[in-house]
């Protein structure tokens, strides 16, 4: 492989004066009570020090790109991670995850970038799966933090990168959309994505197909968990003393909508009527949302099911008369899969976390085409690699010949179907390796 760096990105003179255009714009935004300025939040530690950008806008995010970030800081020891955000609630996950990196949270106002590029100047700017496109996805990414780094000199990829098809959710969104959708994609030095679909939209709106890579998908690398133990957990007291108590326990993550919350509970319900000392640990999406907590609190009294919430127990061990324990934490989840006798995960969420520790695994219908959770589950679903329910009582039936039989199958045709799709790691390394072996061979001193 070729030792030569190619040609960086360069931000061009019209870029810099729509750029200034959008900014006045931007400050006349503000002036109206513009929701993204003064949202910085970043911890200051010493003097500015090179660094690696990577947004992450969520858990699922950094989960997926897990295996990849970790060679990546090996690889690059000299410059400090910073994880990028637009949700503060994910911030004491992040710090879990990765105790020495910094965490930036910022819904994207350009003094945001400014200012973490005086404290962290950056050597390499990844954006992880989401957006390839100016408010493409539900999250925030804006350009000013791209427009930040290569006025830096820096280098900037996107893995793992997925369209949604997000209409902008206001009218500056749609505005930079408009603006800077096409310079969005050019200012990155590679673009790296999980399928042929999501290329050929990407060089329709305007991306150069020599800096545009298909690698597939990281999450299929970052489902194993073979070395994991209970002390590596995040609840590792609590974790253990659920293994010892050896429970029949269903583990349901990322249940979103009512009814497939209902439909999870009535199924439980049923279970318990077999084995009285079944254990539901349900992970809601979103439980910083009062309003979602509430209504679950609601279904689960409708019931009569003694509940505890994650929140409330701290490290102590789960009582024996909780039928339910509801995991309004962040960053718990992935965890709990290991106390798993079956697993279920809600729609349009990962199945590969619970698939990871070998678990069979439950599913509903109705799976959103746009999400980029939906190609892991049609390749699993075309290889007969998950247990398919319309209902509670379906649900209910395959949980109950899981606890009482086990299954063997299911495991096993899931592990083959995920080894037919791994190598994305390697895949991405290798079309932006001129970039990364760069810096590692040219490190900046930090002293």
Same mark, same amino acid.
């Given at each position: ?20 255009? %959008? ?17 910085? *939040? ?54 879990? &995850? ?7 949270? *910022?819904?994207?106002?350009? *003094? ?53 098809? /997000? ?12 603006? %800077?959708?096409?310079? %969005? ?20 709106? $305007? ?84 309003? &979602? ?10 019931? $009569? ?60 219908? $109705? ?38 039989? $086990? ?25 932006? /390796?001129?970039?990364?072996? *760069? ?9």
């Amino acid at each position: 492989m070729s030792q030569s760096l190619p040609r960086k990105t360069r931000i061009g003179p019209w870029l810099r004066i729509k750029w200034a255009f %959008f900014r006045q714009l931007e400050r006349l935004s503000d002036l109206r009570g513009n929701n993204t300025r003064g949202q910085l *939040s970043l911890p200051k530690t010493g003097p500015p020090c090179p660094a690696l950008w990577v947004f992450v806008s969520t858990i699922g995010e950094l989960n997926a790109i897990e295996p990849w970030l970790r060679q990546l800081t090996q690889r690059l020891p000299t410059q400090r991670l910073v994880l990028i955000t637009d949700h503060a609630h994910y911030r004491a996950s992040y710090e879990a &995850r990765y105790p020495s990196a910094v965490v930036c949270v *910022s819904h994207g106002h350009h *003094s945001d970038a400014a200012a973490l590029g005086r404290q962290y100047p950056p050597d390499l700017l990844v954006v992880a799966e989401i957006p390839c496109l100016p408010s493409d996805a539900p999250c925030r990414f804006s350009m000013a933090f791209v427009i930040e780094a290569k006025r830096r000199q820096a280098a900037a990829v996107i893995i793992n990168g997925w369209l949604y098809g /997000y209409t902008p959710a206001c009218r500056m969104d749609g505005l930079e959309r408009r603006l %800077f959708g096409r310079d %969005f994609l050019r200012a990155f030095d590679m673009v790296c994505v999980q399928t042929r679909e999501a290329a050929n939209q990407l060089i329709l709106a $305007g991306a150069e197909q020599s800096r545009l890579a298909i690698t597939g998908n990281i999450k299929f690398d970052a489902m194993t968990r073979t070395d994991w133990r209970p002390e590596l957990a995040h609840s590792p007291h609590l974790l253990k003393a659920l293994l010892d108590a050896a429970r029949p326990v269903v583990v349901a993550g990322c249940v979103t909508s009512e009814a497939e919350q209902n439909a999870v509970l009535d199924a439980f319900c049923i279970v318990k009527t077999i084995h009285a000392d079944a254990l539901l640990v349900l992970a809601p999406r979103h439980p910083e949302v009062q309003e &979602r907590m509430l209504l679950l609190t609601q279904l689960l009294e409708q019931r $009569g099911l003694t509940t505890q919430y994650r929140s409330a127990i701290g490290q102590s061990v789960i009582p024996a008369n909780c039928e339910c324990l509801v995991l309004d934490t962040m960053g718990d989840l992935r965890d709990f899969y290991a106390a798993a006798k079956v697993a279920h995960v809600g729609v349009d969420h990962n199945v590969l976390e619970p698939l990871g520790f070998e678990r069979a695994v439950t599913v509903m219908p $109705g799976w959103n085409h746009s999400y980029p959770s939906f190609p892991v589950y049609q390749i699993l679903v075309e290889e007969d690699a998950l247990l398919l329910a319309t209902d509670a009582a379906s649900l209910a039936a395959h949980w109950l010949a899981v606890i009482t039989a $086990g299954d063997m199958n299911q495991p096993a045709r899931s592990r083959t179907a995920l080894n037919n799709a791994r190598g994305a790691v390697e895949r991405h390394f290798a079309a932006i /390796y001129p970039w990364i072996n *760069s810096l590692r061979l040219n490190p900046l001193d930090i002293h």
